[in-house]
């Protein structure tokens, strides 16, 4: 009888463990990113652009705030609006959303490339964000008219 209450604590003291690690990561209320769909077009001009996808599963919100690049001392974040594109201080990231960087959309862009990366390079960044620590992502470089539709 007593072995048995023994396991039977046991068995109680881990599941307790296991909640406690749920709650501990669920009570962590930061935003959680993660990025995808990452690629550069080939550029055929001293510029170039970047597209990804940052995904935010945690429950406040961040901003991308600047990116950088070894390929360029001067990589910017822009809007598209009405067809023309012009710099931004940062882009929101919802908490449980989403942020795209997309064709025709927002974007990353290099100004003054070093060299010009071409399709099957990797082309190093890294993100910088308001709360989050940074996140060094690889771009490969596709060809020059890359689209991937997106769901
Ligand atoms: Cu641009």
């Given at each position: 009888m007593t072995r048995r209450t023994t396991a039977l604590s046991a068995v109680a003291l881990a599941a307790a463990l296991a909640l406690s690690g749920c709650s501990t990561s669920s009570a962590d209320d930061g935003p959680k990113l993660d990025v995808s769909g990452a690629f550069m077009p080939?550029?055929?001009?001293?510029m170039a652009g970047g597209f990804l996808t940052i995904k935010n599963t945690g429950g406040a919100a961040d901003k991308l705030t600047s990116v950088t690049s070894p390929l360029s001392d001067d990589v910017q974040i822009h809007e598209t609006k009405n067809q023309k594109m012009q710099q931004v201080k940062s882009f929101d990231i919802p908490a449980n959303g989403e942020l795209n960087l997309e064709r025709g959309g927002n974007h990353i862009m290099f100004m003054n490339i070093k060299q010009k990366p071409v399709q099957g390079d990797k082309v190093s960044i890294q993100l910088h964000f308001e709360k989050s620590e940074p996140i060094t992502v690889e771009l490969p470089v596709e060809a020059p008219n890359h689209n991937p539709q997106k769901h």
């Open positions: 080939q550029p055929v001009m001293n």
